[in-house]
């Protein structure tokens, strides 16, 4: 088969957990911290790894403290850093409360910047599908990634927007967005997108509701994700759904991305699309039943 092209960032998360997130000038002593690997990018990376789905890691890893602990956790994992640059790699400060909730202080650095010759540089017939998620569009080298999607229209894209999909260059979201990709976003991101536009007035819409007009946009798949309530997709014929494992939420760091990476390996291995996302929400249950963004072999 193919490989699948993993577009995006692979950075350094710093953990940090509390009781709940401090207020203006309030001190609070957090119960733990870790670092680990992770960035969207790598963590559904990870996902492909799991149902042997080949894959390149299309991900600038730069200098530094953190820089050097990327090389070094990839070293572990038998993988070869793709893209190397000169400046420092940022990290990620992941925010966890006692209920699972986070929330994110990322300091981008190298791992955000992509240079037009590494994408002239690959030979795209090796690749049938294509990861990109919105962080990278968001940053100054973004034109870069959508000019590439749009040299390429054979293949499949996955876009994972983020919950900044609103710092998104408005031109290059909607270039992207003609490029026809699969959109992968939660409850939240759908509503704030379409209502960003004039096209939601519900204050409560219905999931379903979400998928089908963000079709109208793409004319591709759409999958929604719900936490507890489940996941939804729409695929211009048939709505489909699925429910969510029951889970203890213990830190929600990485759930859409372990959902997103498991309905990406699992369609390019051929399997059905509800098939897909049931096994996709066994994934997510798992991540947020533990703490960081990975799951471990």
Same mark, same amino acid.
């Given at each position: 088969?193919?490989?699948? &092209? ?32 992770? !960035? ?5 990376? *990870? ?9 390149? &890691?299309?991900?600038?890893? !730069? ?13 572990? @994992? ?10 420092? *790699? ?11 909730? @986070? ?23 090796? =690749? ?58 939660? @409850?939240?991101?759908?509503?704030? =997108?379409?209502?960003?536009? !004039? ?12 998928? @089908?007009?963000? =079709?109208?946009?793409?004319? *591709? ?7 507890? *309530? ?9 709505? =489909? ?53 990975? &799951?471990?072999?």
């Amino acid at each position: 088969m193919k490989k699948a &092209l993993m577009i995006g960032s692979t950075v350094a998360d710093i953990m940090i957990y509390v009781d709940h997130l401090p207020s203006v000038e309030e001190d609070v002593e957090p119960t733990g911290q870790t670092m680990s690997i992770g !960035g969207c990018c790598f963590n559904v990376s *990870n996902m492909l790894s799991f149902f042997k789905v080949p894959y390149t &890691l299309f991900s600038p890893v !730069g200098s530094g403290i953190y820089g050097t602990f990327i090389l070094e956790e990839l070293k572990k @994992r038998g993988i070869e850093p793709f893209l190397t640059r000169s400046d420092a *790699n940022g990290c990620c400060y992941c925010i966890v409360d006692k209920n699972g909730n @986070r929330s994110f202080l990322a300091l981008h650095g190298a791992e955000y910047l992509f240079e037009k010759e590494w994408f002239e540089a690959l030979d795209s017939s090796e =690749y049938s599908d294509v990861y990109v998620c919105g962080l990278e569009i968001e940053d100054k080298t973004g034109d870069v990634i959508v000019d590439f999607i749009k040299r390429n229209p054979q293949l499949n894209v996955y876009f994972a927007p983020s919950a900044r999909l609103l710092h998104i260059p408005e031109n290059l979201m909607e270039e992207l967005l003609d490029c026809s990709p699969i959109l992968h976003l939660n @409850r939240e991101e759908a509503c704030m =997108y379409l209502r960003s536009r !004039g096209e939601l007035q519900e204050a409560e819409p219905e999931v379903p509701q979400l998928c @089908r007009q963000l =079709y109208e946009r793409t004319k *591709n798949i759409v999958f929604v994700t719900d936490g507890a *309530n489940g996941a939804y997709a729409f695929d211009g014929e048939q709505e =489909y759904g699925v429910p969510a494992f029951p889970a203890t939420a213990r830190d929600g760091t990485g759930a859409g991305d372990s959902h997103i990476g498991t309905l990406m390996a699992l369609r390019m291995l051929g399997y059905p699309l509800q098939t897909a996302m049931r096994i996709a929400a066994f994934a997510s249950a798992r991540v947020v039943s533990q703490s960081g963004g990975i &799951l471990n072999d």
